[in-house]
């Protein structure tokens, strides 16, 4: 029988930029693996067994005790920068995220990255916000900048979420 034992070692950063969620990194029964969390219909996770010599960043000792007691099954990471690792309870992401959003200090030049987390949340007023900063750094380039902003409302609508106030940036 296994006992699931994992250790966090480090991460790895899709995307390559920060701010952003990162994918832990770690031993889970003597394996090296990296674990994949999904939020669709419940939480679920996914390991993949990685090569010994795969690349991913790895834990300081300071972000080692900043991190501990992180537990695979129920936490997740998240990024602001490459020193800045922050963990919470997958349940409680939506509570991680506004309150990341509720720092004027997180993200100020990359409002992609804030819509990304906002979007999650499922609160109308916060995503609003976030799109009104995003529409406005696209540019000049009117016909993008709507294409852009039909796709996000579309999506919003298929989320559930009203979108009247949204609509208005078409006007």
């Known amino acids: ?7 966090l070692l480090g ?3 899709p995307l390559d930029d920060y701010p952003s969620p990162i994918v832990p990194i770690g031993r889970l029964n003597g394996q090296l693996v990296a674990v994949y969390t999904t939020m ?6 996914v390991t993949e067994t990685l090569s010994e010599e795969a ?4 834990l300081t000792p300071e972000l080692k005790d900043a991190l501990g007691g992180f537990d695979y099954l129920f936490d997740n990471l ?7 690792v922050r963990k919470y309870h997958v349940a409680d992401q939506k509570e991680f ?4 959003l509720a720092d004027d200090n997180f993200a100020p030049d990359n409002p992609f990255a804030r819509l990304s987390i906002a979007q999650p949340t499922g609160e109308p007023a916060i995503i609003l916000a976030e799109i009104k900063k995003c529409y406005k750094g696209l540019g000049k380039t009117p016909r993008f900048k ?3 902003l039909i796709q996000e ?3 919003m609508r298929a989320d559930g979420i009203d979108v009247a106030e949204i609509e208005t940036l078409l006007k």
């Not at 029988?1 to 250790?7: L, V």
């Not at 669709?40 to 996770?45: E, R």
């Not at 690349?55 to 790895?58: K, M, P, T, V």
């Not at 998240?78 to 800045?84: C, F, G, I, K, M």
């Open 78 to 84: 998240y990024a602001v920068t490459s020193t800045d």
């Open 146 to 148: 709507k294409a852009w």
């Open 11 to 13: 991460f790895s950063n």
């Open 1 to 7: 029988m296994s006992s699931n034992t994992f250790e």
């Open 55 to 58: 690349a991913f960043d790895r």
């Open 40 to 45: 669709k219909d419940g939480v679920s996770h």
């Open 153 to 155: 409302i579309e999506q």
């Open 97 to 100: 995220f506004l309150s990341l």
